[in-house]
């Protein structure tokens, strides 16, 4: 098992990882990861490193979310027909 330490900066709270922790992840500095907390049941944190097929993979989905989600307001947009009509 490997340990980090939580560290007060500013008003916000750090997660130092280690050299090796990275390495193990294939991250490093500026890149950006997955988080997943799950308070309710065992009170863990996962942290997910991203390539970018997987990156990209989450942006369609996202992006295909909100349009599905908004569909009716994009062609109204479209059409030239404000929301209150």
């Known amino acids: 098992m490997l340990l980090a330490r939580i560290e007060k900066i500013g008003d916000s ?8 922790m990275l390495k193990l992840l294939n991250i490093g500095f500026g890149d950006e990861v997955e988080v997943e907390v799950s308070a309710d049941t065992d009170r863990s944190l996962v942290i997910r490193s991203l390539n970018e097929s997987e990156r990209k993979c989450l942006i369609e989905k996202a992006t295909g979310n ?11 947009l479209a059409e030239g027909v404000s929301e209150g009509q």
């Open 66 to 76: 909100v349009l599905r989600r908004r569909e009716s307001v994009y062609r109204r």
């Open 13 to 20: 709270a750090a997660l130092f990882l280690t050299d090796e």
